[in-house]
C-alpha cells in the first residue's frame, strides 16, 4: 500500500472524476429525500498542493491548474459550477491560478451535500485514515472508515436513504483491479439497484481496458454509460495517456451535459496531438 494521492492530486483524472461527482450529486438534491455518499477508496480528502510531493510531480498544473487558467464559456462553466464552487470555497473564495490546496472526493461531496444527507468515507491506508478521521472529526454527517475497499462497498450497501452515489476509486497499485471493479459493480447493483455508481479506471493499456469494458457491458447491468478523456493519442501503451469512468444508473442530464463539457477538457487538458474524448452507452439508454 504504497500509493499516495498527493503526488496526482488535480491531475485531469481528478478533474473528470470531481466534476462528474459533483454533477450527480447535483441531480440527487433535486429530490427533497436525503442521500448517501459512500467514496470506498477516499484518501486523505484535503491535498496540499505546495507540498513537497505536489511540487515534485506537478500533476495539478496540468489539470486544475488549467481549467482555472483558461475560463470556460459560459455554457461549460455552468456545468463546472458545483465543482469549480467547492473548489473556491475551500480556498476562500478566490483561487486563481495557483489554489494552495485541493479537495478530494470525500470532501468535495461533503461540501456540496445538503442538511440530513450523508457521507461515509473509508481509507485503507492507516495513515491517510488518520488524516482522514482528523479532517471530519467534528462533523457529524460525515462517518470515517479505515477498512478494505471491497470489504465497505459490502458492509455499507445498501444505504438506508435507498438514494445516493457510490465512488470506487481504487489506487491501482496492484493486479487484478479490473476483475475487482467487475465484481465490485456487479455486487454494488445487487444490494443498491438504483442507486448510482461511479467507477474510475486508468487507461494505461487500451486493450486491458476495451477488455474491461466488454466484461463490464456482458454484465448485463442497465443504464451503463462509459466516459473517457485523453490527453495523448490512446494508442500509447505503458504511460497515463487517459481517464475513464464507468456510470450505473447515471442522472439523465449527465450525458447532454458531458457531451457539452467534454470538447473543453479536451482542448483545455490536451498534451498531445490526438487528444480526445469518448461518451459511450454500453447497455441502455442509446446502445442499438
Known amino acids: ?45 484535503l491535498y496540499d498542493l505546495t507540498s513537497v510531493e505536489a511540487q ?5 498544473r496540468d489539470g486544475i491548474g488549467r481549467i482555472l487558467a483558461s475560463p470556460p464559456p459560459a455554457q461549460v462553466a455552468e456545468i463546472l459550477a458545483p465543482y469549480l464552487g467547492a473548489l473556491r470555497d475551500r480556498n476562500d473564495d478566490d483561487t486563481g491560478e495557483t489554489p494552495a490546496s485541493y479537495p478530494g472526493s ?26 482522514l478521521a482528523a479532517l471530519f472529526a467534528k462533523d457529524p454527517a460525515a462517518k470515517v472508515m479505515a477498512i478494505d475497499g471491497w470489504a465497505a462497498l459490502k458492509a455499507l450497501l ?34 443498491f439497484a438504483t442507486g448510482t455508481v461511479i467507477i474510475w479506471y486508468p487507461v494505461k493499456d487500451t486493450r486491458a481496458v476495451r477488455a ?14 462509459s466516459v473517457e478523456l485523453y490527453v495523448r493519442p490512446p494508442h500509447l501503451e505503458g504511460e497515463l495517456s487517459g481517464t475513464g469512468l464507468l456510470i450505473l444508473n447515471p442522472p439523465y442530464t449527465l450525458e447532454e ?3 457539452r463539457l467534454l470538447p473543453y477538457f479536451v482542448q483545455t487538458l490536451a498534451r498531445a496531438k490526438g487528444a ?4 459511450t452507452w454500453l447497455t441502455g439508454e442509446r446502445v442499438a
Not at 162 to 182: A, M, T
Open 158 to 191: 445498501p444505504p438506508k436513504e435507498r438514494r445516493g452515489v457510490v465512488l470506487i476509486d481504487p489506487p491501482f497499485e496492484e493486479p487484478g483491479e479490473f476483475r475487482r471493479l467487475l465484481e465490485g459493480l456487479a455486487n454494488a447493483h445487487r444490494r
Open 56 to 60: 515534485k510531480t506537478g500533476e495539478w
Open 257 to 259: 451535459k458531458l457531451a
Open 1 to 45: 500500500m504504497n500509493y499516495r494521492h498527493i503526488y496526482h492530486a488535480g491531475n485531469f483524472a481528478d478533474v473528470l472524476k470531481h466534476a462528474v461527482l459533483a454533477l450527480v450529486i447535483e441531480h440527487l438534491k433535486i429530490k427533497p429525500q436525503p442521500f448517501r455518499v459512500i467514496d470506498t477508496h477516499a484518501g486523505v480528502g
Open 276 to 279: 480526445e474524448s469518448r461518451l
Open 106 to 131: 470525500p470532501l468535495l461531496a461533503r461540501r456540496l451535500m445538503r442538511r440530513g444527507d450523508r457521507l461515509v468515507a473509508n481509507e485503507a491506508h492507516p495513515d491517510d485514515a488518520e488524516a
Open 212 to 225: 474491461f469494458q466488454r466484461d463490464a457491458a456482458a454484465l448485463g447491468l442497465p443504464k451503463l454509460l
